[in-house]
């Protein structure tokens, strides 16, 4: 007599809470120290190459511009290729094996929202996958060029992702204190290494950006007031 096959849904998971059911789900091969140091290599390439581009261009690049053209080149290979890879494969992603696939199912068991096909979630990265994500490269391309454009469009992206990352933590505290909701696991690692800290980048620095075009926005306009009080001046 054969016992029957298992039910992939109710397969053994690492995700919180225990018995949640993740039909079809395919555990992670993939040791988690490659996967960090894989993502990690992979900024690590962006950031080279947009260095190398950004110095070609423009040898006199000053650093803060250099590491904002970084940013935003990061910005935009997130947003658009890994975030867009969640947008268009969210709907199965408990069966994902590819890299990418059990990047996000390892950061799923910082919220598991991720594997569950989240109303809030979905919508959230794919406006990010398809807005930010290629304004992240022009504002990067931008920057290089020292176009004075990049001001508003990196107010307005980094705008929006602050709104984005804002809504993400505030939906996420308010389902856990209304509705007691479990979506992290309980290990302090996965909450701030993974929910508070990967996220919180996209807090501190749009914020610091925004301040920063914000300060070179007023500086134009001033100067064009002055230079209309000397020409009414004068025209007197």
């Not at 490269?137 to 990352?165: C, E, T």
Request: glycine letters at 6%; hydrophobic letters at 45%.
């Amino acid at each position: 007599m054969t016992s029957a096959p298992p039910n992939d849904s109710m397969a053994t998971h690492p995700y919180y809470p225990p018995d949640l059911v993740l039909p079809g789900y395919v555990p992670n091969e993939i040791p988690v120290p490659i996967l960090i140091t894989s993502f990690a290599a992979a900024a690590g390439a962006v950031f080279w190459a947009t260095s190398v581009f950004a110095r070609t261009v423009r040898p006199n690049i000053s650093r803060t511009d250099l590491f904002t053209a970084m940013w935003f080149m990061l910005c935009g290979c997130i947003h658009l290729f890994f975030e867009g890879y969640f947008a268009r494969h969210n709907a199965a992603m408990p069966a994902r094996t590819d890299l990418f696939g059990q990047l996000w199912k390892e950061y799923a068991k910082s919220d598991r929202r991720y594997l569950t096909r989240d109303s809030f979630t979905v919508c959230m990265e794919t406006v990010t996958a398809v807005a930010w994500g290629p304004l992240s490269f022009l504002i990067g391309w931008l920057v290089v060029k020292d176009h004075p454009l990049r001001h508003p469009l990196q107010i307005a992206v980094s705008l929006g992702q602050m709104y984005g990352d804002v809504l993400y933590y505030g939906i996420f505290f308010f389902d856990e204190a209304v509705y007691r909701a479990v979506y992290c696991r309980p290990e302090g690692f996965y909450f701030w290494a993974y929910f508070v800290m990967m996220n919180g980048f996209w807090i501190v620095i749009p914020g610091v950006l925004i301040w920063l075009s914000t300060v070179e926005t007023v500086k134009a306009f001033r100067l064009v007031q002055e230079a209309r009080k000397r020409g009414t001046t004068k025209a007197m």
